[in-house]
């Protein structure tokens, strides 16, 4: 159970924020939303908590076949109180050499920002990667030309620049950033300023900057503009764009998709791929539509326009919802990784006791 867990706790979620606890079973391990751990301004759906619950059952499903357990993942429960995938665990069969690999790439893969060295991403290493998704119903779409590339990073400029210019998302941010390596080795979670690509000093004087009431000065003397020309320098440097979308945007539908997500990482990185999330391309278009409430008139038809150079950009129809855009291709290893925090784990009694009647009260930190 120890590996499980371990391995569960190292499933990826936006801005690090690991919103799972873990219940175990007499034979199961279940997955639950940790709900003092979401991100309402720039997950109003909550499709990236969901999708994170998904990102650690898919690793615990690994896990499992990599310790010769035979993992029966349930369709998830969700309700007003939360969301709970139960994981059964069955005795099984030795792991085959490939399912060791992919037991092994939980421990090993990262979040790669580094710029691409230049290198394509082989045809056939799109196909593996289409494989490895197409069970989760999740659709990707691929920008690899050069004229391609540079449209979408002028997206992720006009993105990032948004963000920094909306007092929910700079306020919700600054909870989640990491900016002492002191504060992160304490939480294990958030966004250690190092795994961004800043030093010491840059990560100081963002503790004291980055609240919105300051924010919103140096805006106007530019700062949104140079920050997102920044990001759209390192997005040129891309060997391909990916988008992923869904057409079931349920949160049952976004726990599957974040399994196939990770599962898709997982084959990246037996790949060595290189794979940088960017989450602003995906939110602008989910805020608009879900809390147009929470822009300015000007906000909003940014916005607008922005929906529409996302769509034409990816090729992205109609019924299908944004799931996560990154960039995808070859790059040297950071010198900094993410860390994570000890999970919450509770014990269930036994299994005679029904789901409803489970004591929440026993909590404990397990040392993995
Ligand atoms: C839904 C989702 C959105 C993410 N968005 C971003 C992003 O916008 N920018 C970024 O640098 N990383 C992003 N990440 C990567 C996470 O920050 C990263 O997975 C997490 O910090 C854990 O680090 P690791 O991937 O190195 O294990 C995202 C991950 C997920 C699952």
């Known amino acids: 159970m120890k590996e499980l867990i371990r391995c569960g706790g190292l499933g990826t979620s936006a ?14 391990l279940e997955v639950a939303l940790a709900s003092e751990h979401l991100l309402p301004q720039m997950d109003p759906s909550g499709h990236q908590a969901y999708m994170a619950l998904g990102t650690a059952v898919e690793n615990i499903r690994a896990a499992a076949r990599g310790i010769g357990l035979m993992p029966e993942v349930e369709p998830p429960a969700v309700s007003e109180d939360g969301a709970v995938i139960r994981i059964r665990l069955h005795p099984g069969p030795a ?26 991403v082989e045809p056939e290493v799109w196909g593996d990667l289409e494989e490895a998704l197409r069970p989760f119903g999740i659709k990707m779409h691929v920008v690899s030309s050069a004229n391609g590339v540079r449209r979408v990073s002028r997206l992720i400029g006009s993105a990032e620049r948004f963000g920094l210019e909306h007092a929910g998302t700079v306020d919700e941010t600054y909870d989640w950033l990491r900016f002492s390596d002191q504060s992160y080795a304490e939480k294990g979670d958030g966004l250690w300023m190092r795994t961004m690509g800043f030093g010491p000093a840059v990560a100081l004087a963002a503790k004291f900057v ?8 140096l805006n106007l003397a530019g700062f949104s503009r140079v920050y997102g020309l920044r990001s759209r320098r390192t997005a040129s ?45 995906v939110m602008v278009c989910i805020m608009l ?8 008139k000007s906000q909003r038809r940014r916005a607008e326009a922005f ?44 299994a005679s006791v029904s789901p409803e009647d489970r004591p929440t009260a026993v909590l404990e930190e397990v040392g993995v």
């Open 210 to 217: 980055f609240k919105w009431n300051r924010i919103r000065l």
């Open 95 to 120: 792991p085959t050499d490939q399912e060791k690999s992919l037991h092994q790439a939980v421990t090993e893969r990262f979040t790669n920002r580094n710029p691409h060295d230049g290198r394509p």
């Open 237 to 281: 440097k891309s060997a391909s764009w990916v988008l992923l979308t869904v057409e079931d945007s349920s949160p049952a539908g976004f726990i599957v998709a974040g399994e196939g997500y990770q599962r898709f990482l997982l084959r990246a990185h037996e790949h060595n791929l290189a794979i940088h999330p960017m989450t602003y391309l």
């Open 15 to 28: 801005h690090n924020h690991q919103p799972w606890k873990f219940i175990v079973g007499e034979d199961y």
């Open 289 to 296: 539509a879900e809390r147009p409430d929470c822009m300015t």
């Open 307 to 350: 929906d529409r150079e996302m769509r034409a950009g990816f090729g992205m129809e109609d019924r299908e919802y944004p799931l996560i855009a990154m960039r995808i291709g070859y790059a040297p290893p950071p010198v900094f990784l993410a860390r994570r925090r000890k999970p919450v784990v509770e014990y269930a009694p036994a």
